[in-house]
């Protein structure tokens, strides 16, 4: 099946630095990578996607890149601001037998923004 | 449109007992996918449902079970509860599959607790 790491667990940084989050995926069948912002008792809430005909997608401070041919993706946030810190986790699209699928999830890194 | 919903949001059960927990999609959508989430192992599936139909499940005990309704709705439950089974449960929804790249919307979760 599919597996997903995560690096690093947890990341702290400067109030205005940037942060990189970097995963790999194992099956190369997966074709959708989103990622999740999760705040302490909160649900995850989807951020940033990208899907595996792109290698880059932006959006305002986030950015994600991917590169299928070495299986990794990561995720880029410039000129972090408190509201930041959180868990951020990433996942890859399986395909299970039968047809179904779901998400395979990084274990997560815990970012926090330095003040 | 209303967000995935969830009930209850918080539960105390004893080892032995079986819990149920309910799981209102987006309106619209047609699959929803259960995750556990602990702190140790994160975030795991557990199985997804699309047209009241479980296309597959994660790697774990048939204790574990759920179903959908006509109307999409979903339940799961989980019997002979263990202290082991202490965790967030997340339900997810989207309007077809991940499979086809399609984006998974959580709701806030049930926490449970097994004393």
């Known amino acids: 099946g599919e597996n997903v790491e995560q690096h690093p667990s947890t990341l702290s940084v400067q109030e205005g630095d940037s942060a990189v989050i970097k995963c790999t995926y194992s099956d190369s069948a997966s074709n959708y990578f989103p990622w999740y912002k999760q705040e302490l008792g909160k649900r995850p809430q989807l951020i940033i996607d990208i899907r595996s005909n792109v290698g880059e997608k932006k959006d305002q401070r986030i950015a994600v890149t991917l590169n299928k041919t070495a299986k990794h993706f990561s995720l880029h946030i410039t000129e972090t601001q408190p509201e930041d810190s959180a868990v951020y986790f990433c996942?890859?699209?399986?395909?299970?037998?039968?047809?179904?699928?779901?998400?395979?999830f990084g274990k997560g890194t815990h970012l926090i923004i330095q003040p | 449109k209303a967000g995935v919903t969830q009930t209850p949001r918080y539960l105390i059960k004893t080892r032995g007992q079986q819990v149920t927990l309910s799981c209102s999609p987006i309106?619209?959508?047609?699959?929803v996918s259960w995750y556990q989430q602990t702190p140790g192992q994160g975030l795991q599936f557990l199985f997804e449902y699309f047209s009241e139909t479980q296309r597959n499940k994660g790697n774990f005990p048939g204790r574990f079970s759920g179903r959908q309704f006509s109307n999409s709705r979903s339940e799961m439950n989980v019997s002979t509860l263990e202290l082991g089974d202490s965790a967030l449960y997340l339900c997810?929804?989207?309007?077809?599959?991940?499979?086809?790249?399609?984006?998974?919307?959580f709701g806030p979760g049930t926490r449970l607790l097994v004393l």
């Open positions: 997810a929804s989207s309007s077809t599959s991940v499979t086809n790249q399609e984006t998974q919307y």
């Open positions: 996942a890859a699209s399986i395909v299970l037998g039968g047809g179904a699928d779901g998400l395979t």
């Open positions: 309106s619209g959508h047609r699959s």
